[in-house]
């Protein structure tokens, strides 16, 4: 639909998403601090790589459960050690595909792509299962890098514009329902199903 598909960063980026400066640089507290949850929530983290926001998050629902939705088999036993260390009883961790997240049929309030969308490799597909996972009022967020900004030094294939995004999601059933610009380098987009 226009863009490159950006290749999947590899689990040797832990070091990357583990920085101890994120936190400053992306201002992840106010992305946590603006998700759509309750306590007993049912999110699902894609992407999950090093589990930086699914434990976050998995404390934050402490009556519901966060899927850490993975391919990559490294990222994976990492999110598992995670889960088993700080004791997050209500942390399942998911080995998807590149076409599905393979999470149960209608159980999801909240799923979640931090920097991971763009380097999706079957977006439609993907986005196909990921519907049937969500319930009939559930939601997507995109937290993606700002391609309308210069100053976001990243790759241009690992970041997106709004419109390229709102294109691609409501080809695919979502419709943008908020596009909060409160983060320095990402976009805050909410997506709701249309069918």
Known sequence: MGREIAHVMSFEGLDWLERNSREKEENTNL????????DNSIVA???AGSGFYTSKIAKLIPNGKIYA???QDDAITYLKKIATNDRLSNMEVIKG???SPNLPANSIDLAFMVDVYHELQYPAAYLTALKKALKPNGQLLLLEYKAEDPKVAIKPEHKMSVKQAKKELLANGFKLIKNATFLPL????LFKKTD
């Open 31 to 38: 992305a946590l601090a603006s998700l759509p949850l309750s």
């Open 45 to 47: 983290d894609i992407g």
């Open 69 to 71: 939705v993975e391919i």
């Open 97 to 99: 595909t590149e076409q």
């Open 186 to 189: 990402q976009h805050f987009l």
